[in-house]
């Protein structure tokens, strides 16, 4: 019930391509879904987040895309970067309880010029 | 605005030994979170503080980890004595409240038992 589960592991994409990573959640309860971004000995930072009224949010060329009904989530980066390489986690709270955030395992991207 | 601060940025001890983590958060902030980033993994929650309360802390293993925030702003985690399967990043987050607000992450420190 707590858990999220992200998927792929890893991933390669060419510059200029677009990246896809998704999450599933089981715990209907969940209202806050963020993704954050890790560089290596950073600490995450946040990308963007979606709560569940709205089906996509854009913020230049990250997208999140949610589906409520499958609870699923996943982002979207267009025209990938190597800048954009690093490890991206989604996450998932239930914000108006105030609880924390529980993170999946982790995607990590290496964007290739 | 200054960030969440946290020291030591890395810490070797040797098993069965003691450490203590120091975290200052952004300023204002009443909700104060530590994370364990096990190397391949994402951050787990160990405990989370409302202002000097404890929130949450049932992932925390009391055994051997302990936490504080006594006057409701920097905090403290401790843990005695670390075994190997503790080498990791901790991680301390602080959010304006508990409720619809961003939490920010400090740069974590890497815990290296041996």
């Known amino acids: 019930q707590q858990q999220v589960k992200q998927s792929p592991q890893s991933l390669i994409v060419q510059k200029g391509g677009i990246s896809i990573i998704n999450c599933a959640y089981e715990n209907t309860a969940f209202d806050y879904f963020p993704w954050y971004q890790q560089f290596p000995g950073k600490g995450p930072a946040l990308l963007i987040a979606?709560?569940?009224?709205?089906s996509e949010k854009k913020e230049g060329r990250f997208t999140i895309s949610f589906n409520k009904s499958a609870k699923q989530f996943s982002l979207h980066i267009m025209d990938s970067q190597p800048g954009d390489s690093a490890t991206y986690f989604c996450a998932a709270s239930t914000n108006q309880a105030g609880t924390a955030l529980i993170f999946g395992k982790g995607t990590t991207l290496s964007v290739s010029s | 605005e200054a960030g969440v601060a946290q020291s030591p940025r890395y810490k070797i001890i040797e098993k069965r030994q003691s450490v203590a983590f120091w975290c200052n958060p952004i300023s204002g902030h009443a909700t104060l979170y530590w994370y364990q980033q096990i190397l391949g993994q994402g951050p787990k929650l160990l405990i989370q503080f409302q202002n000097n309360g404890v929130v949450d802390d049932s992932q925390l293993p009391k055994d051997r980890f302990s936490a504080e925030r006594l006057k409701g702003v920097d905090s403290t985690l401790k843990i005695q004595p670390a075994k190997l399967e503790d080498s990791a990043v901790y991680l301390c987050?602080?959010?304006?409240?508990?409720?619809?607000?961003?939490?920010?992450f400090g740069q974590g420190t890497r815990l290296t038992v041996v």
């Open positions: 979606i709560r569940p009224d709205v």
């Open positions: 987050a602080s959010s304006l409240t508990a409720l619809n607000t961003e939490a920010f």
